[in-house]
């Protein structure tokens, strides 16, 4: 099936409450273009929240996400497996212990502690994070006891029926027994710790068991825990072995080496930069860092699936479409997604998804993230909730690009999960499923267009066409290729309204990088519209709507960061073609009817900051109050600026200033001088006395 048929398929149904009450959701308006820029920079993930300036901490948004999805254009695989990789029994060469040994870093752990608790007890459970080199100080532990040879045990042993497999003519002295496996069935309990010992007293050998965190292990079993030494350590300790002493103090200031210890690490990482900041390849040195992300997810993605499994790869993908957001709602959705994850290839697959069972500490140490208590803005104010993020940022982005990429069969249930989303009354979910669509679209943006972007954009919901409008806008932001083109192409629609009000509202949000073109786009569809109404005696919705959103863009760019060069090309404007003019003032006096978020109304607040606007701003109201299609509208903007001017001087200053401008002739004088003299006050309060003072000000300006 081709993209393009798959984006003409009737949308999936879903099972999520978003999802049944779309159609109910269908008639709703459309969120205000205000309230859905503030939704976009409040919800986006931080990398994305740049408000078009490119910059975000010193780092550009093409930095973050664009050359995380791209990565390096070398590539290099590393083997992270190890030296005993395969957990098989057996007893462990003396040659290989010896290399263990020369390179095992103990500084800043407690190997010294636990040394003494295997020589006294003989028996340890040694339990740790995966990937923390847990077997490999089992393995030490009994080499530096001199309990040699060493004897690997098969894990697949139940805890009661160990002490039968170790036998006096087996020659070992230690024995290891890797990743034990502890079930609700078969736990392990303290009982089986006494007989072990009794055991190993009688054979004059020693044991350490290894194994992860579990809830099947008895609470009086005196665990000891493993934990890593600091990869600082572990790269100072290794790398003068590899090289001389100079070299190695050079290789770890460099900023590569920097960047690599800022993230999180598994010591198997550690360990193989160690081999290559030896080599001294400047580019494997530079891209080691990204190389082992991308394999870690890999990794993810590659294991054989069972149920457990999978659910655990739904919540990955979830954790990196929601990265710093509340754990609650990530396990919510991702259970969504593990549900349909579940159902692909067989449609009918209804069994229950398991209510408890999943330790949460457990689940974000598999996905290398974390929890922390964190302020979140809600629509009911702010809140502490418990967020979950990955420990690495750069993770996010690289899953979902694995996910759409390397995981094809996985793009029906993807696809189904999003479209859900897409409706969520929880302006959170949908900006994150935007800015989920939006890396999609940098990593393969003609699939991500055809499957969902020019679906989302021709729905009859209005909550999954602002959806595709959030896309759109980070798509653009973290550099994804064509999209300005894409909507200036959309905005000038004849034929398709849904996606021209779709290109109109993104025009709004990309505007202020490229306020000339935007502006231009605007006025075509303004043209197209007034010539349609000129020849077509009724006027559809879709295009009712197209043409309500023009101004609501138009002001959205003059309340941003373009506001100088936006004011000037609608000044310009208004000796063009008369829907341009109007568009002009209409654009305008929507930015004026703005209410003011602080003491200031935003456009005069503008104006207080620049002579520039203040002098476009000034004309364009003058303008707008001699036309007779604008000024009762011109006027009532006016009267609240005066209002608001009256409890603070800042808007007083600037509003004094600005109407002397507006004046050309003496008509225009007595029109002012008449609305300052009849302003009443707000909610029948006295006239504000601020306007005797403007209009005192106003006379002198012109006596």
């Not at 999802?19 to 919800?43: G, S, V, Y």
């Not at 043409?547 to 506001?563: G, I, R």
Request: a neutral charge.
């Amino acid at each position: 099936m081709s993209a393009r048929t798959a984006a003409s398929d009737p949308e999936p149904d879903t099972a999520t409450p978003a999802a049944e009450d779309a159609t109910t959701e269908a008639d709703q308006p459309a969120q205000e273009p205000w309230a859905a820029r503030r939704d976009l920079n409040a919800h986006a993930p931080k990398s994305m929240a740049l408000n078009f300036r490119g910059i975000n901490d010193g780092v550009t948004a093409q930095q973050v996400i664009g050359d995380i999805i791209s990565g390096g254009k070398t590539e290099h695989h590393y083997n992270f497996s190890g030296f005993g990789g395969g957990q098989v029994s057996g007893e462990i060469p003396a040659q290989a212990l010896e290399r263990l040994a020369d390179d095992f870093v103990s500084e800043g752990t407690a190997f010294a502690e636990l040394l003494e608790r295997l020589r006294e007890e003989r028996v340890i459970v040694l339990t740790g994070a995966p990937f923390t080199g847990r077997r490999t100080a089992a393995l030490m532990l009994l080499h530096r006891l001199g309990a040699t040879p060493v004897r690997a045990l098969d894990r697949d042993v139940l805890p009661g029926e160990l002490g039968q497999r170790l036998t006096p003519g087996d020659g070992a002295v230690g024995y290891v027994l890797c990743d034990l496996d502890i079930s609700r069935e078969q736990p392990l309990r303290e009982a089986h710790l006494l007989a072990l010992r009794g055991r190993m007293r009688e054979l004059k050998a020693y044991l350490v068991i290894t194994t992860g965190h579990s809830p099947y292990i008895e609470d009086t079993v005196d665990l000891a825990t493993w934990r890593p030494p600091e990869p600082a350590t572990v790269l100072a300790t290794l790398l003068p072995k590899r090289t001389d002493e100079a070299s190695a103090q050079q290789r770890l200031a460099l900023p590569a080496v920097g960047e690599f210890l800022s993230h999180e690490r598994q010591i198997r990482e550690v360990v193989q930069y160690v081999a290559v900041l030896a080599q001294a390849d400047e580019d494997r040195i530079q891209q080691y860092s990204l190389v082992t992300l991308e394999q870690q997810v890999q990794e993810w993605f590659e294991e054989a699936e069972t149920p457990v499994q999978l659910r655990e790869k739904a919540f990955l993908i979830a954790l990196a479409a929601f990265d710093k957001g509340p754990y609650a709602l990530t396990a919510e959705l991702s259970d969504v997604l593990y549900a349909a994850l579940r159902s692909t290839g067989d449609e009918k697959y209804q069994k229950p998804i398991p209510v408890f069972g999943t330790h949460i500490g457990k689940r974000l140490q598999n996905a290398r993230a974390k929890r922390y208590p964190d302020r979140e803005v809600t629509e009911w104010g702010p809140v502490i909730q418990v967020k979950a993020a990955f420990h690495d940022e750069r993770v996010a982005p690289v899953v979902l690009r694995e996910v759409w990429t390397g995981h094809p069969a996985a793009r029906p249930a993807v696809i189904k999960w999003l479209d859900a989303l897409s409706v969520d009354g929880r302006p959170f979910v949908r900006t994150r499923a935007a800015a989920t669509v939006a890396v999609l679209a940098y990593t393969d943006l003609p699939s991500t267009m055809a499957l969902i972007v020019e679906r989302w954009a021709g729905a009859r919901e209005s909550r999954r066409q602002l959806t595709a409008v959030s896309a759109l806008t980070l798509a653009h932001r973290i550099g994804a290729p064509n999209i300005p083109q894409i909507i200036d192409a959309w905005s000038t629609a004849t034929q398709d309204p849904k996606r021209c009000w779709v290109a109109v509202r993104a025009l709004g949000l990309i505007g202020p990088e490229r306020p000339t073109e935007t502006l231009a786009a605007l006025r075509a569809q303004a043209r197209h519209q007034h010539d349609k109404r000129l020849t077509q005696p009724r006027i559809g919705a879709g295009d009712q709507q197209v043409t309500a959103e023009l101004p609501q863009s138009v002001a959205l760019l003059l309340l941003s960061s373009a506001a100088e060069p936006a004011l000037s090309a609608l000044f310009s404007a208004l000796d063009g073609h008369s829907s341009a003019r109007a568009l002009a003032l209409d654009g305008f006096l929507t930015a004026c009817e703005r209410p003011a978020t602080a003491a200031s109304p935003p456009l005069l607040e503008r104006a207080s900051r620049s002579p520039l606007a203040a002098d476009r701003i000034a004309r364009l109201l003058g303008v707008a109050l001699k036309d007779r299609t604008t000024n009762e509208r011109a006027e009532r903007a006016l009267r609240n600026w005066v209002r608001a001017a009256d409890s603070d001087p800042a808007t007083e200053r600037a509003l004094s200033s600005l109407l002397p401008a507006a004046v050309t002739d003496a008509r225009d004088a007595a029109r002012l001088n008449h609305l300052l003299d009849t302003v009443p006050g707000l909610d029948g309060l006295p006239r504000p006395a601020v306007a005797d003072r403007m209009r005192a000000a106003l006379t002198r300006s012109h006596s």
